[in-house]
């Protein structure tokens, strides 16, 4: 089954707002309730809704552990991921090709936490690893609405500010929303009643900690792939520029790592993602190397 209009359109729609409901996406597509329907119930399969959180104002930092194995089979990477999703400062598991076989998306508030994964880890799988690189995305712009360029992209922007304190609560509930969950599914994890979550859920909102609520996808059935692309470039500010009008891109960072600029693309081919970079040459001549890593599976812990 391939994907039409309304269900592109849908895609960038949820990717601005996961909750959208039935009837609004049925608005925003000028068609029927019945037909939205259908097109949601479509794409569920292949849509994680999550929420998008600015770690920094609550005093937490993000790391990207790139892991390069000699053995880079997928029993080995399977090994690790069971053993990471043990671990809840591990937000995102993800098997690669290319450079490195995987990458692990950690949320840390200290560096106890850090160390505490990072040493057991090294020491479980020493002999399976060749190569580790840690890097922070010291700024992220998340691009929503551009999978398909349906409509006008909304960006947000995370990057390093003033933290708010957290009662023990709020921390709680950030905790659990690496996935978009039910106000009841909160209330049960964090053993709170429902109408306090809602209370608390909006404040996060209206203080900028939760800055809105997206989509992952894996568009993958349909023919689309997606990949992390990596650039070392003089002029950091105009290949965001550049890259922010590219449909596909759905993030950007600026890493603290070797690689100056950072995006997260889907192409429905890599020759698709070759015009892009292509493109990207052509417009910014201080663009001076870059690396391509193919994404072949994303979990969400």
Do not use: C
């Amino acid at each position: 089954m391939k994907l039409n209009n309304n269900d592109l359109k849908l895609l960038d729609l949820l990717s601005q707002d996961s909750r959208l409901k039935i009837k609004e996406a049925a608005v925003k597509l000028k068609t029927k309730n019945a037909t939205a329907a259908y097109h949601i119930a479509k794409i569920s399969d292949v849509v994680v809704r999550i929420p998008v959180i600015n770690f920094y104002k609550v005093g937490s930092v993000q790391y990207h552990l790139f892991i390069k194995l000699k053995d880079f089979e997928n029993e080995t990477k399977n090994d690790i991921e069971k053993f990471a999703k043990q671990f809840p400062v591990v937000k995102k598991i993800t098997h690669l090709t290319g450079n490195f076989d995987m990458l692990l998306s950690l949320t840390v508030y200290s560096n106890s936490e850090m160390a505490e994964f990072y040493d057991k880890l090294v020491e479980l799988f020493a002999g399976k690893i060749i190569f580790r690189e840690m890097t922070i995305p010291y700024k992220k712009w998340y691009i929503a609405g551009n999978m398909f360029r349906t409509l006008n992209p909304r960006i947000w922007n995370i990057s390093p500010e003033t933290k708010i304190d957290l009662n023990e609560q709020e921390r709680l509930i950030i905790n659990e929303l690496a996935q978009l969950k039910r106000i009841k599914e909160l209330g049960e994890k964090t053993k709170l009643d429902e109408k306090t979550v809602r209370k608390y859920m909006k404040k996060l909102e209206k203080t900028g900690v939760i800055l809105g609520y997206s989509i992952e996808s894996d568009l993958s059935r349909y023919g689309y792939e997606k990949y992390i692309v990596r650039f070392n470039v003089s002029d950091k500010e105009e290949i965001i520029k550049n890259l922010g009008k590219k449909t596909g891109v759905l993030s950007i960072a600026m890493p603290v790592s070797k690689w100056d600029v950072e995006a997260k693309i889907i192409a429905q081919s890599h020759n698709d993602l070759s015009k892009l970079i292509k493109d990207i040459k052509k417009q910014v001549p201080s663009l001076s190397k870059y690396d391509v890593l193919y994404i072949e599976k994303e979990t969400i812990n």
